[in-house]
């Protein structure tokens, strides 16, 4: 699922920092929470901080699964908060009028799925750079769930719906179940299929890929397009959840938290490597940060300054100006087994006087097993 | 030459043909006293895109220019409500603040080498959350010269006024201009955005020009913040959300490169009014809802920045495209 | 050693015994290097010879680690390019390190504008620009964005920028790799006004006949130590070859032997008519047939480049047919190509080729992975026993193939690049420069794979400077001029001189000037060709 190389030289693996943070922050809700980990069973669904943790955090886990992708091919989706609102005003909407709960679903993913498709022709055939391509979706976006939902807040009552953001699935919460199996079939779709490879190699240098053959541009309508899709999903599980559609404030911010998560991931917002168990990782941090505050007794104030503090923490580590002054054993997002070491102006790899080797005339046959 | 000015006057043309439009459909449109309510609506709006477009010109970007407004906002509230300062005392501090912020996210951003973009999110997060801590309720100011500084204004015949704010806006887009165009440090801005490498190698001082960029931009959004407070009277750390979105969706309309180096402050004027025109339109036209506003930006936005990209091609010579598969 | 200076004043530049290491590897050890007013000096070197570095650590780029650098008798310790030029160095890059986006006038003036009341002086800044360029020729319109302008006059601009700002030492490195030999004629007289004027130049340059055509004194390292200084004058070329390359020369380049003439009765895997892109190439013929190899050959800039792109598809012609095996074709893209059994080693490694970040083993496998599509991934095993397989066919120097690509020194990148494509088991593999900017050892394995793969069947269509090399491979060489394949040489007909000769043929189109006969080559040296 994860990049080739696991381990740093050092044989340590490179998501422990992250899966570090994540056991500190849950110790510390423990400490601040004796009852953290306990977990009751009520009524056929799991009850607990840790279910709230999980619960809580699915949307913006959601978010940073499509989100991963799109930064790993060296792009960003700053719409994916608008989207979300759309999805929800479309479901609310069509809810409201008295659809059933298939086409209500069909429908906004769709939406979701069709806003993504925007974005990646934007981005993929107009070559416009990620970052503005998804503003006029995100300025626009809000205006266009508004324009659904006619400026109202739309409430539902469909149970069917509702279910999505409240029911449970073999006792767990639905939520849960539904980011579990996203990511599920994202990972097979891009570590069992080549599409992984092409993702991290359009991130890393688009020319050269598309010089091998790389379909470029559907690699990147691909990935803004599922990342639309995400989107949507978040949005109904959102909406589903308040059982109702607010077009100005769902999804609001939350692009930034998705980012945020991918970032403490660690992948690069530069492209290239990607890991989509540990952008996981990253959104429950956030959510168990969040949760902590909560528990802690501090003002929900804080938390934004707390996020802020933590993405400027997790840059720092990664920042090459930094790496300069403390060499580490292992940088977290090389996934390398090599030390990311700064480039001296000459190749680090000597070759003035090579023994003349070179191909030994056994003939080379070009076939040859391929 | 007429190739550099190109996207100014589209810009332009536009305003200007959006204005006559607008005046051909309502009679009452072309008066004065909507010109100047166009420039009170929209000055915290100008001033703080002024910031942004030397930040952009400069190569970088800049988020939390809406939070520092809201941050702003609130200080002011809290400083001259609660602690009883003088309002000229919370306005110099408020700038101060705000500049000291700005630089703040400026130096990380020169020292670590890290994305602007993510810099000034975090930016954003913290002025906000500062905004937040001070209080989460609005605070209405009430001080005196409040009023007395509403009350500022050039009138002129058929009620039309150009309001303090108006003359601020109006006077910082003249110093930029200045500052953009007949200064090192407008050079140095532009040096920046062509080519960091190059401006570093050509003896630009890269450092300072970034923490400076960053803390004017801090500094203007506090003005701009300033402003906003005079505007509306009160503190609210919410206020000017989104903000950051309309000043860069100026900047571009103005005919600015986001990828720096190329663009106008004169064009970022020209794409604050004519955002400032769709607004005052909607509300003229009374039966069209608030979020066409939205949607009508973000179309124009798209098609600037097409625009942008066609002429960059012509710019560079590169009729030819790549087929980059 | 230093070659005794020729009069008792202080050398403009001294530098003795300068060492600088990156992370324990030792780029200059104990280098010296002498430069005098109005000399122009070359400093010659293969890859990793330490000329970068020395140059960075000379305009402050990097610190040294230890040794003495002098100007006029009095040491200096740059902190910066901006403070070595403050002490009189002068450094135009490779890359013209201007500003495409400002005006000529601000580029020449940019940080030392010329200001009234605090104000900088627009009308005053580009009166004196204009005046700055006179003796360098250049009558320009200097409020135009400097990205307007053709890259020699950049060039010229950026020395004219040095200059201007005093500099007693003008370091070019490597100015003329991106120029025709027009714009290399006018910058060696530019070059020479200066040397006149007494300002001494270090000149970086991989074109040998440049360094005979302009440079007064060479001086060679190797692996970061100083192998000599002499007078231009008094190294015949090939002793120069061997000064850089270490070694003595291996065999002249040998000729494979040819085929008995059936070459030409085969039918064409590809065949171009009427090919061609405007304002790129001109319409051109081209046929390219089984266990060839086609040479490009002809200056920069005369579409040898735009040739290969154009047949990969990396460029969309505009005019023209191609028919691969017979049938009508469109080479929309490289996947198009891809798919025809076509591959493509572009000259720019670094921007084009790898893909820094991913292990060797993922940039071996990318184009047939590509090829097969994502949804039918190549199991890992299978990757594996590709790229090991290449590793070891090929030599690429690599502890292991999942070291990432960028690490790799650019002869074992260019080698895994060719890997990537002979996994695909192309039918014609398009290589452009191939042996650009590589170690000699490199460089001569990659020219025997060249004629291993043509012997065992393969097209391949090779862009190349190194005329030697070309001519020694190649079964046919078309030979480009001015974007228009002018001449096409067959069989006896591909030498240097037949070459040459075409390259220069129509009256007065060219100087030879960059690529003069005898243009000698590292690792592919024909002394019979050099007629010196």
Known sequence: ?370 | MIQRFLPLIVTSAVLVVGFLLCAAQFPNFASLRVVGNLLTDNAFLGITAVGMTFVILSGGIDLSVGAVIGFTTVLLAVLIEQAGWHPAAAFAAALAVSTGFGAAMGLVIHVFRMPPFIVTLAGMFIARGMGFVLTTDSIPVNHPLYGVLNDVALRFDGGGRLSLPAMLMLAVFALAVVLAHWTRFGANLYALGGNRQSAELMGVPVGRTTVLVYALSGGLAGLAGIVFSLYTGAGYSLAATGVELDTITAVVIGGTQLTGGYGYVAGTFVGVLIQGLIQTYITFDGSLSSWWTKIVIGALLFIFILLQKGLLAVWTGRGGETAEA | ?532
């Not at chain 3, 940019?110 to 800044?125: E, N, S, W």
């Not at chain 3, 200084?229 to 070329?237: G, K, N, V």
């Open chain 3, 1 to 532: 050693m230093t070659a005794p200076s020729p009069d008792a004043s202080p050398p403009l530049l001294a530098i003795r015994g300068l060492s600088k290491a990156f992370l324990g590897v030792q780029a200059l050890d104990g280098v010296d290097f002498t430069l005098h007013h109005g000399e122009v000096h070359a400093l010659l070197g293969e890859n990793g010879a330490g000329k970068s570095t020395l140059i960075k650590t000379l305009t402050g780029v990097y610190q040294r680690d230890a040794g003495l650098v002098a100007l006029e008798g009095r040491e200096i310790a740059p902190r910066s390019v901006d403070e070595a030029q403050r002490l009189h160095i002068g450094t135009v890059f490779q890359e013209v390190n201007l500003l495409p986006n400002l005006s000529v006038a601000e580029n020449l003036f940019l940080g030392r504008q010329p200001t009234r009341f605090g104000f900088v002086d627009r009308r005053a800044m580009n009166r004196r620009a204009r005046a700055v360029l006179v003796p360098y020729g250049l009558a320009i319109d200097v409020t135009a964005p400097l990205g307007r302008f053709s890259v020699a006059t950049q060039q010229i601009i950026a020395i004219a920028r040095a200059v201007d700002m005093s500099a007693k030492v003008l370091i070019l490195d490597e100015p003329t790799a991106s120029l025709d030999a027009q714009e290399v004629a006018v910058l060696f007289t530019v070059m020479r006004t200066l040397k006149a004027r007494g300002i001494g130049i270090v000149f970086v340059t991989h074109f040998l006949d440049q360094v005979y055509a302009v440079c007064d004194r060479i001086t060679v390292l190797r692996n970061g130590r100083l192998v000599g200084e002499r007078r231009t004058a008094e190294l015949p070329r090939l002793d120069l070859v061997a000064m850089m390359l270490g070694r003595e020369l291996e065999e002249a380049a040998h000729r494979i032997e040819l085929g008995p003439a059936g070459g030409d009765d085969r039918a064409p895997l590809a065949r171009f008519r009427g090919y061609g892109k405007a304002r790129s190439v001109e319409p051109f013929d081209l046929d390219i047939r089984p266990g060839e190899v086609v040479g490009l050959a002809g200056l920069l800039g005369s579409g040898r480049t735009e040739t290969a792109r154009l047949v990969f598809g990396m460029d969309r012609a505009d005019r023209g047919e191609a028919t691969v095996d017979g049938r009508p074709v469109r080479l929309r893209d490289p996947r198009t190509a891809i798919r025809l059994g076509f591959g493509f080693c572009p000259e720019d490694r670094k921007k084009e080729g790898i893909v820094g970040e991913l292990s060797v083993r993922e940039n071996i496998i990318l184009a047939l992975q590509a090829r097969q599509g994502w949804l039918k991934p190549l199991p890992r095993r299978r990757q594996e026993e590709i790229a090991d397989r290449f590793i070891r066919l090929l030599d690429i120097r690599t502890p292991d193939a999942e070291r990432p690509i960028q690490l790799l020194s650019g002869g074992n990148q260019q080698k895994a690049l060719l890997a990537r494509w002979l996994a695909t088991e192309p039918r014609l593999l398009i290589l452009d420069e191939p042996t650009r900017g590589i170690d000699v050892g490199a460089h001569a394995e990659i020219i025997r794979l060249i004629e291993r793969l043509c012997a065992d069947g393969m097209a391949l269509l090779v862009v190349s400077s190194e005329l030697e090399e070309i001519a020694a491979y190649s079964r046919r060489v078309v030979v480009l001029r001015d974007r228009r394949h002018v001449a096409e040489l067959r069989g006896e007909e591909v030498t240097v001189e037949r070459i040459v000769a075409a390259i220069a043929a129509e009256p007065g189109a060219k100087e030879p000037g960059a690529k003069e006969p005898g243009a000698t080559a590292p690792g592919a040296t024909a002394p019979g060709g050099a007629p010196r």
């Open chain 1, 1 to 370: 699922m994860t990049p080739p190389a696991r381990t740093s030289a050092a044989g340590i693996p490179r998501a422990l920092p992250q899966y570090g943070a994540l056991v500190a922050v849950l110790l510390a809700n423990w400490l601040l929470f004796p009852d953290f980990f306990t977990i009751r069973l009520q009524d056929g669904r799991l009850f607990g901080s840790l279910i709230d943790v999980l619960n809580r955090g699915a949307p913006v886990a959601l978010l940073a699964i499509g989100m991963t992708m799109v930064i790993a091919t060296r792009g960003v989706d700053l719409s994916v908060g608008a989207v979300m609102a759309i999805s929800g005003a479309v479901a609310a909407t069509m809810t409201g009028a008295g659809w059933g709960l298939a086409p209500v679903l069909a429908t906004s993913l769709a939406a979701g799925l069709l806003c993504g498709l925007w974005n990646g022709l934007l981005v993929a055939v107009l070559r416009i750079q990620p970052i503005i391509a998804t503003l006029i979706l995100m300025v626009a976006g809000r205006g266009i769930a508004q324009l659904i939902t006619e400026g109202q807040i739309v409430t539902f009552t469909s149970p069917g719906l509702a279910a999505v953001g409240s029911g449970s699935v073999l006792t767990v919460p639905m939520p849960v179940a539904i980011t579990v199996a996203v990511l599920a079939v994202t990972g097979l779709l891009v570590r069992r299929t080549a599409l992984g490879l092409m993702i991290e190699a359009v991130g890393v240098n688009r020319l050269s890929s598309a010089g091998a053959g790389v379909n470029t541009p559907v690699v990147l309508v691909a990935v803004y397009a599922w990342c639309g899709l995400c989107a949507a999903v978040a949005g109904l599980i959102v909406t589903a959840d308040i059982r109702g559609a607010d077009a100005n404030n769902a999804g609001l911010w939350l692009e930034l938290d998705a980012i945020l998560a991918v970032v403490v991931g660690g992948t690069s917002l530069l492209g290239g490597r990607f890991g989509l168990v540990l952008s996981l990782v990253g959104a429950l941090i956030i959510q168990a940060m969040n949760t902590g505050i909560l528990l802690s007794g501090f003002k929900p104030e804080f938390n934004l300054i707390v996020k802020a503090v933590v993405l400027m923490i997790v840059l720092l580590l990664q920042s090459p100006a930094l790496t300069l002054f403390l060499p580490r054993p292992g940088s977290p997002r090389s996934g390398s087994p090599h030390p990311r070491t700064p480039r001296p102006a000459e190749p680090p790899v000597k070759s003035g006087s090579v023994k003349s080797g070179g191909v030994k005339s056994g003939g080379i046959k070009p076939g040859a097993g391929a």
